[in-house]
């Protein structure tokens, strides 16, 4: 599936921003949606997952209580509200997805999106 994200941007740290992402084409109502991110000169790493039909969410430990995921089916899209933003969370943002809870509660998705830049900095 081909995913798209949008609403990435610049932010001063403190700041916030909503990523989405969304897919033309085809349902994204039964993929277990999410976020992985990669800084410059760093490993690409989850940030936070949303299941279809649990909605069970995760979160990695670094965003927790500052990032929450949220999935809208009826617009076929998924969001990452992104609040009190550090300048680590910088680097670019891809949407993921796959129609399996399990390989995504091991970290692996079928469909990648070609990523939005997210850059914090005062």
């Known amino acids: 599936v081909h995913l798209v994200e949008s609403g990435g941007g610049l932010v001063q740290p403190g700041g916030s921003l909503r990523l989405s992402c969304t897919a033309s084409?085809?349902?994204?109502?039964?993929?277990?949606l999410g976020w992985f991110r990669q800084a410059p000169g760093q490993e690409r790493e989850g940030v936070s997952y949303?299941?279809?039909?649990?909605?069970?969410?995760f979160y990695a430990d670094p965003v927790k209580g500052r990032f929450t995921i949220s999935r809208d089916n009826a617009k076929n899209t998924v969001y990452l509200q992104m609040d009190s933003l550090k300048p680590e969370d910088s680097g670019i943002y891809y949407c993921?997805?796959?129609?399996?809870?399990?390989?995504?509660?091991?970290?692996?998705?079928?469909?990648w999106g070609q990523g939005t830049q997210v850059t914090v900095s005062s």
């Open positions: 993921v997805g796959d129609r399996s809870a399990y390989n995504a509660r091991q970290g692996s998705f079928a469909s």
């Open positions: 084409g085809v349902s994204l109502e039964h993929y277990t």
């Open positions: 949303i299941e279809s039909i649990t909605r069970k969410t």
